[in-house]
C-alpha cells in the first residue's frame, strides 16, 4: 500500500492550493479516505474525510465552508482544495486510508496507511 501527496508549497494568505494523494497496492474504491495535518510539537488532527464513493463527505470545523475534499476513483487519487487559505493552516498534510474500509473518522487510530507529507505554508 503506497500513498503519495503532493501539491503543497507557499502562499500567500487569502490563496489556494490544492493537494493530491495518489494511491496504490490497494482496492481504492473500497476505502474511505481522510486528510490530516501536523504542525511541530503538536498532535495530528483531522481535516476531512470521504466515503468511497465520495457522496459524504465530513470535515473538521475550522476548515468547513473553506476545504473541499474530493477523489477520483478512476484515478485512484484524493484531493484536498484549500480555499481562503490561513497563516493557521500552516502544516504538514497527510492523507490516509482508513482502517475500516468505507466507515470514516476524525481520529488518527481510524485510519492504517499514511502518506509521507506534503508541507503547505500560508504567510506574506
Known amino acids: 500500500v503506497q500513498l503519495v501527496e503532493s501539491g503543497g508549497g507557499l502562499v500567500r494568505p487569502g490563496g489556494f492550493l490544492r493537494l493530491s494523494c495518489v494511491t496504490s497496492?490497494?482496492?481504492?474504491?473500497?476505502?474511505?479516505m481522510g486528510w490530516f495535518r501536523q504542525t511541530p510539537g503538536k498532535e495530528r488532527e483531522f481535516v476531512a474525510a470521504?466515503?468511497?464513493?465520495?457522496?459524504?463527505?465530513y470535515y473538521a470545523d475550522s476548515v468547513k465552508g473553506r476545504f473541499t475534499i474530493s477523489r477520483d476513483n478512476a484515478k485512484n487519487t484524493v484531493y484536498l482544495q484549500m480555499n481562503s487559505l490561513k497563516p493557521e493552516n500552516t502544516a504538514v498534510y497527510y492523507c490516509?486510508?482508513?482502517?475500516?474500509?468505507?466507515?470514516?473518522?476524525?481520529?488518527?487510530?481510524?485510519?492504517?496507511?499514511w502518506g509521507q507529507g506534503t508541507k503547505v505554508t500560508v504567510s506574506s
Open positions: 490516509a486510508r482508513s482502517r475500516n474500509m468505507d466507515i470514516f473518522g476524525n481520529r488518527k487510530d481510524d485510519y492504517d496507511y
Open positions: 497496492g490497494f482496492r481504492f474504491d473500497d476505502y474511505a
Open positions: 470521504t466515503t468511497r464513493s465520495g457522496g459524504n463527505t
